[in-house]
């Protein structure tokens, strides 16, 4: 099991299902931390959990033709805070001296437990009247954000190399991409958070006896979670 922390570079991305609109996405590097647990199933493959608090931080500017010489525009900048739960199937890559490398695919669930948005969003063209200009805007200043989906399903890829320090201590570095699958905001078409994650952190590596209860335990985790999962 380990902890790790680094910068997330996620952002909004999509829209692509609205006809003539324009999109525009931009992101910050923000923060994402983690704890994980992962149990060998064969001596080069293991099965994971990963619980996760992630920020992302990202606008989006939205242009839409509505008629004649008629522009609606959106402009928004969204702050999320989602609380993620990876599950993980793992398998070792390839090793440098003791240095390990190992590749890692599986779905995760968000949650939203923060949100904000600022921005604006109007009308810009003329009206039926020819020479007349008629242009109105609102301020989007809100706590929680309206448009947002409390949840973000995805897919994520990782690579990892774990550094021993001693039998039991490494340090370990991590680099993913994440796809999100589901529309997270509202009104733009499609709309999902994508990107990556840079982290580093501490994985310790239990004795045989603490590993051998430690995977007992688990497993009664994975099935007490199917058995609630499975309609009566």
């Known amino acids: 099991m380990g902890i790790t922390a680094g910068i997330n570079g996620s952002s909004l991305y999509g829209g692509g299902k609205n006809e003539g609109s324009q999109f525009d ?9 983690s704890i994980f647990y992962k149990l060998h199933i064969t ?3 293991f099965i994971g959990i990963e619980l996760e608090s992630m920020q992302v931080k990202s606008g989006i500017q939205i242009l839409t033709a509505a008629g004649y010489r008629n522009n609606i525009f959106y402009n928004a900048v969204f702050d999320l805070n989602y609380f993620n739960a990876h599950l ?9 001296g003791k240095t390990v490398v190992s590749l890692k695919i599986g779905p995760y669930v968000g ?3 923060q949100s904000s948005a600022t921005g604006y969003y109007g009308n810009s ?5 020819p020479g007349m200009q008629n242009t109105f805007y609102y301020e989007i200043n809100e706590t929680p954000a309206r448009d947002i989906d409390k949840y973000n399903v995805g897919l994520r890829l990782q690579a990892d190399a774990h550094i021993p320090l001693n039998d039991n201590l490494f340090i370990l570095t991590n ?3 994440c796809q999100g699958t589901t529309d997270v905001l509202y009104h733009t078409g499609y709309t999902m958070i994508v990107g990556y994650t840079l982290t580093t952190g501490l994985a310790y590596r239990f004795n045989k006896k603490k590993a051998d209860e430690s995977s007992s335990a688990f497993k009664i985790f994975l099935i007490e979670i199917f058995l609630h999962s499975t309609p009566p």
């Open 25 to 33: 996405y931009t992101h910050k590097i923000d923060y994402v931390a």
């Open 43 to 45: 001596e080069k493959s």
């Open 88 to 96: 993980f199937y793992g398998r070792r890559f390839f090793s440098i």
């Open 111 to 113: 949650y939203l437990l």
């Open 125 to 129: 063209g003329y009206t039926p009247m």
């Open 175 to 177: 680099a993913s991409y």
